[in-house]
């Protein structure tokens, strides 16, 4: 192991590695054992720790440095229209259950295991080999440096997964419950990757204390000095959070408000509201009802915390939301089919995704010719109901574009002339969720409508003079929804606010 003298000497050492590919930092031996063996998840971090800084791999509590409380982690970012995003949770370390629970917040393992961070970021790019990748930044970073605010979000945190703890509920510990700081599952749910905890005979998944993905976006483009100066604060009394949770603040701004009609809000607020398909005053009275003058997404806190908002209109009499829920995940608003077909279930986008996000849903009902404002909750969807049912269609619709999707072409009196029916999962089935366009333009050729089919599809009736029109190769872009009957159940008890 390299002896290492000084924190200075260490973090020059890493600003040498800037601009360089990670191949230049290996040694020859080490990169020839990655083309023999590219499938290594950890390969560029574990390699670049041994060959760079001549630190041994290892799993142990302290940091890798002890002598200078020094930890090494290396994070992949990835260019987006949006600027630089993180590409995955930064681990911090893996924590006991039967330990955890018996510290203050102060002495939690992360903190005592990560306090300081040599962190390197290197760029991902899809299909270019590890060791043709190049390290972008070099950031010396101290977790005493986050933001006050920051640090009583992520204690609040921490308190939820001790909860869950002491509650004998670490099997049911998901990302979702949490903002900032996660307890992320480590490994494959196979049975060495289960243990015990202290308040129940029932085996948990193990843990890892985490920043979540999008925290550390923010830190990532921070670093990489893309960072928004402007961004606006949902929450303007940050001492607030010492008393209260980060949820029941949200919650209770909007609490005067519940039972007044989207007209008495308009005219408290100065909003219009058009006669006919106005959900953009539904949006801009829920900011209001925050005193936010941007979209709740783009605040400071709920942008590090990847809390998705939607809206839902519920219709009187009826049980079901206005309209299925789209599930929008950043750079991945459209479904990749192709990769669709190449992934596991436990390592989806979706799954990631509706794992680690939760939503602020602002909740609306219609009475007759009065919209009411019925008030808003945080929500996720349940861990069971993620690997059973959104699974059981997931595979479903994976395995209907593995075989080649059918199609089917049906003459109509519209404009058009026609329509397409496929053989997708449909939402009238009554499950969790479906998949559907995501786009109000149809297409089945190349264009900015359109997706590529990974297999191409089947055609039922289709004419052989629109074959240019209605290729085999392409289909309308989609993206996954949420039923409208789902979303009706997870908000009817607010309805009677």
């Avoid at 990560?114 to 299909?127: F, N, Q, R, T």
């Avoid at 619709?397 to 999707?405: A, H, P, R, V, Y």
């Avoid at 039922?460 to 159940?489: C, F, G, H, V």
């Amino acid at each position: 192991m390299h002896k290492w003298n000084s924190i200075k000497e260490v973090h020059h050492h890493a600003l040498n590695a800037e601009g360089k590919k990670i191949k230049e930092l290996l040694k020859k031996a080490t990169v020839d054992n990655y083309y023999e063996k590219p499938q290594n998840k950890g390969w560029i971090g574990n390699s670049i720790e041994s060959d760079w800084f001549g630190i041994p791999n290892n799993n142990r509590d302290e940091p890798d440095i002890p002598e200078l409380n020094l930890e090494i982690k290396v994070t992949p970012i990835r260019k987006t229209r949006n600027g630089w995003s993180a590409k995955e949770r930064l681990v911090l370390n893996i924590f006991d259950f039967n330990e955890e629970y018996l510290k203050p917040f102060e002495q939690a393992s992360f903190i005592l295991k990560s306090s300081l961070i040599e962190l390197m970021y290197y760029e991902h790019k899809k299909d270019i080999p590890s060791p043709e990748l190049e390290v972008k930044k070099a950031n010396l970073f101290k977790l005493s440096d986050l933001p006050k605010e920051d640090w009583l979000i992520i204690k609040q945190d921490w308190e939820t997964i001790i909860n869950k703890i002491l509650e004998g509920r670490a099997d049911e510990l998901s990302d979702s419950l949490t903002k900032y700081l996660g307890a992320t599952t480590k490994g494959s749910k196979t049975e060495k990757n289960m243990t015990n905890q202290p308040f129940s005979e029932k085996k948990a998944h193990r843990r890892s204390f985490t920043l979540k993905g999008a925290y550390m976006t923010q830190l990532a483009r921070r670093a990489m000095g893309e960072e928004d100066s402007n961004r606006e604060n949902i929450i303007k009394d940050y001492d607030a959070l010492k008393e209260k949770s980060f949820e029941t603040i949200i919650l209770d701004n909007y609490k005067p408000y519940i039972g007044k009609t989207k007209e008495e809000l308009a005219k408290l607020f100065n909003v219009d509201i058009l006669n006919e398909n106005d959900k953009a005053s539904s949006a801009k009275l829920a900011r209001k009802m925050l005193n936010v003058e941007k979209n709740i997404e783009d605040t400071e806190e709920f942008k590090k915390a990847n809390i998705a908002v939607k809206i839902l209109t519920i219709e009187s009499n009826k049980k079901k939301a206005t309209e299925h829920f789209k599930i929008t995940i950043p750079d991945n608003t459209e479904v990749d089919l192709k990769n669709l077909i190449n992934e596991t279930w436990e390592n989806s986008i979706l799954r990631d995704y509706l794992s680690s996000c939760r939503f602020l849903l602002v909740v609306y009902k219609k009475e007759g010719n009065r919209t009411i404002f019925k008030g808003a909750k945080f929500w996720r969807i349940p861990l069971s109901q993620l690997d059973s049912n959104v699974k059981e269609v997931w595979e479903e619709t994976k395995n209907i574009f593995f075989n080649g999707i059918e199609l089917t072409y049906k003459p109509t009196n519209s404009k058009k002339g026609y329509e397409v029916k496929n053989s997708l999962p449909k939402a009238s089935l009554k499950k969790t969720l479906h998949m559907r366009p995501s786009s109000k333009y149809s297409s089945y050729r190349n264009n900015t409508h359109s997706v590529e089919l990974p297999i191409e599809s089947r055609w039922i009736n289709r004419p052989k003079s629109m074959r240019e029109e209605l290729t085999s190769n392409y289909i309308t872009k989609q993206a996954w929804w949420l039923n409208n009957d789902y979303m009706y159940n997870q908000v009817k008890d607010l309805l009677n606010n």
